[in-house]
């Protein structure tokens, strides 16, 4: 890694960056105001110009459009709205078929847009393996593939052996596989952003850059938020902030803000792709609860990402957590204890970010202020798809609309919030500790990860 750079690969793109748009300055009036320009917001904007091209529409964003979680995930679009088929079937189990069929077409939809707006972001509905590494996790894939198949996806879902998933992608550590076939696909997540701002702007979307929100208030007519330099007054307002605090300070306690980190490697050469196969091009992850997520891109390197999630006390969110050595080192020799025919290959980048994670592992929606203003947030790493969905329930709510999307328990209902500190960071090291002594054990939870199954609070990955 001695010559890796300390940035994401995929904004470490000025060929294909856009330039920066102009931070707002004095005041502005618009009919839907969107706070955020990840993909919660971008979706959010250019669906509601979509909808209705006559309504005006603002969106602001603190940095540049992208910069966070959307630009610097591992690229993985999967169609799940609720953080894989075994969260939601244990969560919403009278409604996992419905989750299911909107959320193909939710991902049905994504790919049309990528056509329909010409994005070139390297979208290859390919489908992912979830591998198991321990023996134990080969009945537990056995058994996940037998829960689909009694749902009506069995057409989506291949169980692998090991020879099997091996033929796919060859490594000694893969004992079997469950390959969702048609219902991930994998892209390059910072030209999808910036793809759709791109979209945003030729649908008439005024969006200003380097403005942070720093408050909101609202009175009969319209909800007012405050930039550095200015202020704008919308008739509606839908808060895509995810992470970061949002302007609704009640949301705060359901929302933890934790750090995901990822390698690059330099692209592989005829013979290393030829040692590992991989003709098929899926994005793969293990079955552990402290798991590896790891995918091909357009010019063959390997993205290798995941394992350690790290919670900073008092929800702290800084620049300074981008970078932690030590992980990267974990992560390159577990790396080659996976592709041992891959010794020798260098890193081209390291990098972290933080991910918004709430305890039911999928997104929650809501609204304040008398349906004025709506948000979406918790997506748990899996936002690259979701969020486009979560746009759709922001934008009906905000209608007043009732629709099958906002009849959903997903989204009538919300999570359980964190305590607050010193409890709540006592908390997550207390679950961390248990998940890896979970993964040490053939996958037996303890008495804490039991209680914590038990009033709702998640904690699988």
Known sequence: MSGARPVPFWLDDPAHRPDALPALAGETKCDLLVVGGGYSGLWTALIAKERDPSRDVVLLEGKETGWAASGRNGGFCDSSLTHGFGNGLARWPGEIETLERLGMANLDAIGEAVRRHAIDCDFERTGEIEVATEPHQVAELREAAEQARRHGLGDRVTFLDGAAVREQVDSPAFLAGLWFRHSVAMLNPAKLAWGLKRACEAAGVRIYEYTPARGLTADADAVTVGTPYGRVRARRAA????????????????????????????????????????????????????????????????????????????????????????????????????????????????????????????????????????????????????????????????????????????????????????????GIALTQWSLARADARGGRRNLWLKAMDATGMGFDS
């Open 239 to 426: 808060l895509a902030t995810n992470a970061f605090p949002s302007l609704l300070r009640r949301l705060r306690p359901y929302i933890v803000p934790v750090y995901d980190y990822a390698l690059m490697t330099e692209p592989l050469s005829e013979r290393q792709r030829a040692a590992v196969g991989w003709q098929g091009r899926q994005g793969l992850a293990d079955s552990a609860n402290h798991f590896h997520y790891f995918r091909l891109t357009a010019d063959d390197r390997i993205l290798w990402g995941g394992y350690d999630v790290l919670y900073h006390y008092g929800s702290r969110i800084d620049a300074e957590y981008d970078q932690r050595p030590e992980t990267f080192r974990k992560l390159a020799g577990h790396f080659f204890d996976t592709f041992p025919q891959l010794r020798g290959l260098s890193f081209s980048h390291t990098w972290g970010g933080v991910i918004d994670t709430c305890s039911r592992f999928s997104p929650f929606f809501g609204t304040a202020h008398d349906g004025r203003v709506a948000y979406a947030a918790g997506y748990t790493g899996l936002g690259v798809g979701a969020t486009r969905f979560g746009a759709e329930v922001m934008l009906d709510l905000l209608g007043g609309e009732s629709t099958e999307r906002t009849e959903l328990e997903l989204v009538r209902k919300k999570p359980l919030p964190f305590p607050p500190e010193p409890v709540r960071w006592a």
